[in-house]
């Protein structure tokens, strides 16, 4: 796979902007007394899509045609996409990659964050205000790579959950499930146009 590097013009300020953005709809819709949970969260998860797709098209803006042309290459539908996404899109926006990534070679991808910036500083996560924090950057999470699967023309169901940690220190680690959709399908062309 190619190598990206962030461009001179992508830098800690964009990665600020997006944070700072984020950050306000979260606490904001935390307030919010009067509007349901599940409208919350549908409205933090449109707002994830659509800083996603911003951001999938600005990192890759002056090298998705080489990036296209490299998945190609290398007849891993969707593969590309998930390590693209893990390292390079997940770093630009919090400045790590993830933690772990596996599949189960039926087209659902796997990643595993053990430290998330937003959640380090939580004190009980047993409290209902702290459940509904979570529950919304959770739903911000699963839109930010859904609207980045998008972006890079592989729409995906996309799911966000709490797991076990597997070191203690572990605050509140979860795991992001993504269902490229037609998975089959792209394999079996990638299958046809390899004979």
């Given amino acids: 796979m190619m190598n990206f590097q962030r461009q001179q013009d992508i830098n800690a300020v964009d990665f600020f902007g997006y944070y700072h953005l984020i950050n306000q709809f979260v606490l904001r819709s935390c307030k919010d007394q009067l509007t349901s949970l599940q409208v919350k969260q549908n409205s ?17 803006e002056n090298s998705l045609d080489r990036f296209k042309e490299d998945v190609e290459k290398n007849q891993a539908k969707g593969l590309q996409q998930i390590k693209f996404i893990s390292k390079d899109f997940w770093n630009y926006l919090f400045q790590k990659e993830v933690d772990k990534a596996n599949h189960n070679l039926k087209g659902t991808f796997y990643l595993k964050v053990f430290a998330f910036t937003m ?12 459940q509904e924090f979570i529950s919304l950057w959770y739903q911000v999470i699963r839109g930010l790579v859904a609207g980045a699967m998008k972006g890079l023309s592989y729409p995906s169901e996309v799911s966000v959950d709490s797991v076990a940690g597997e070191k203690p220190e572990h605050i509140q680690p979860f795991m992001i499930s993504i269902q490229i959709q037609n998975y089959q399908a792209l394999q079996q062309s990638s299958q046809i146009q390899q004979k």
């Fill in 119 to 130: 959640f380090e500083k939580l004190s009980s996560t047993e409290s209902s205000e702290v």
């Fill in 44 to 60: 933090l998860y449109e707002v994830g899509y659509k800083i996603g797709r911003s951001v999938i098209e600005k990192i890759t």
